[in-house]
């Protein structure tokens, strides 16, 4: 078992890129099946759930070839299986990209049941409705997930909850389909707009991505022969901007998008840092403990939940009682309970949690429970005195490209090691 070994107390200092978004690249991925024909994708974080994308694409007869580390080329010219390994699906959750992509190109798919970070209950009933209203039929049993259609046909979709991957996986289901489909009360995140700027860089006619109605007018074929940049990832942005922010740090971040990152901007500055916004960089410095601070997770251009657990470490240390209200996922507080036992003061009850702030953090083992939850594990033990063990590494290698690299560039004590 591998740990994360982390000596505080470190300000942390220097440039830092960042990767490509995990949450575009994992449904790009998927939308390359409704290509038949060839396209490269760069930018691409090398992180494992792109690689197990990937082995569902192979394993469904794509054939990929990386030519560096962060770009491939993939041919889906020749799709041949409508089962996909139950296994890899069951491992994350953008497996369920699959099927929108899969019902576009061939009208049939198998998949198991998504897994991916357990934040609570995660259903997929507008996933499920859209397809259907598409013409789809879908039937979940015995974890496994078969959706199968003779003919797609566009029509008008309200999604009863704002959902990112419903929006994305029925865009998908709707590129190759008959007429005009229209879903209403689309998620706006950025990477909604990435996933239609590719699929219309392939051929798709999509308009309207980023805002709550999006247009999708099918077309007959994606033809690919094409290169696409995946936009850079603005949750790990934001971790290293709450990074600076919690360590009394002074970061450049580079190779990001500021427009994406204005809720945590604003916060950032409520809370006494400072912000200097390039565009495409931003520099985040703090020189005193952040002042408290009411926070409440929304859909985008909310304050994002996948920066909550960031924001709490930050609050943990702020001057002052703060309060977090997760609105999106039902679980997203167990970060809380290895934060205590570091020293922090947080008392989480359904989807609030309060933060009494203490001056210190003190080094202890710890346990991600998710995925940002790690992010957030790894923060605590730069800023806290003494050695910290972050475990349970495999959540934060699903989402974060050489994340110890990266800290230790900005002069944290922090190593890999084998148990
Ligand atoms: C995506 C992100 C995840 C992020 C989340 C919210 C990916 C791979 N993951 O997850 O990191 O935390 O957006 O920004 O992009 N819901 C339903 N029915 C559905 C679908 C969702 O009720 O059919 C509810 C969920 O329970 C949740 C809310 O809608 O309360 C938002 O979920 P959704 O936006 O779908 O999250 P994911 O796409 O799973």
Redesign the pocket.
């Known amino acids: 078992m591998e740990k994360l070994v982390i000596t505080g107390k470190t300000h942390l200092k220097g440039e830092v890129t960042i990767s490509g978004a995990k949450?575009a690249a994992?449904a790009i991925l998927p939308a390359t099946l409704l290509i038949d024909g060839i396209c490269t994708i760069d930018n691409l974080p090398n992180i494992s759930d792109v690689k197990m994308s990937c082995k569902i694409l192979e394993d469904l007869g794509a054939k990929i070839t990386w030519n560096t580390p962060n770009e491939i080329t993939i041919d889906t010219r020749h799709i041949n299986k409508t089962v996909a390994s139950e296994e890899l699906t069951r491992k994350f959750?953008?497996s369920y990209y699959m099927i929108g992509s899969m019902l576009g190109r061939k009208g049939a798919i198998t998949v198991g049941m998504p897994g991916g970070c357990k934040l609570g209950?995660?259903?997929?009933?507008?996933?499920i409705k859209g397809f259907e209203a598409l013409g789809a039929t879908v039937e979940v049993s015995q974890g496994k997930i078969t959706a199968t259609a003779s003919e797609l046909t566009g029509t008008s979709i309200y999604m009863d909850?704002v959902?990112?991957?419903?929006t994305i996986n029925v865009m998908l289901a709707s590129v190759l389909a008959k007429g005009t489909t229209v879903i209403d009360n689309a998620?706006k995140?950025p990477?909604i707009v990435d996933v239609a700027n590719f699929l219309n860089t392939m051929g798709a006619d999509i308009r309207g991505a980023g805002t709550d109605v999006i247009k999708i007018n099918g077309v007959e074929k994606l033809t690919g022969n094409s290169t696409y940049s995946i936009v850079p990832d603005q949750i790990e942005a934001g971790t290293f901007m709450l990074a600076a922010v919690a360590s009394q740090g002074d970061i450049l971040i580079k190779n990001c998008i500021s427009k994406h990152l204005e809720s945590l901007t604003a916060k950032i500055i409520e809370i006494g840092g400072q912000v200097e916004d390039y565009g495409d960089s931003i520099r985040v410095k703090m020189d005193k403990r952040p002042s408290k601070a009411t926070i409440k997770t929304l859909?985008y251009p909310g304050f994002?939940?996948?920066l909550q657990p960031q924001m709490g470490v930050t609050l943990s240390i702020a001057e002052g009682t703060s309060r977090i209200i997760e609105s999106?996922?039902e679980s997203r507080f167990q970060y809380t309970e290895e934060l205590n036992k570091m020293g922090a003061q947080i008392t989480a009850q359904g989807k609030t949690a309060f933060f009494e702030g203490v001056s210190s953090l003190y080094g202890s083992p710890v346990y991600a429970s998710d995925l940002r939850a790690g992010a957030a594990l790894i923060i605590a033990g730069i800023i806290a005195e003494g050695k910290t063990e972050v475990y349970n590494l495999e959540h934060i290698d699903r989402g974060y490209e050489n994340i110890e690299e990266k800290f230790r560039k900005l002069g944290a004590k922090i190593e890999r090691v084998e148990e």
């Open positions: 949450n994992v959750r953008a209950a995660r259903p997929i009933d507008q996933h909850v959902s990112v991957g419903a998620a995140e990477h859909p994002p939940t996948d999106i996922w």
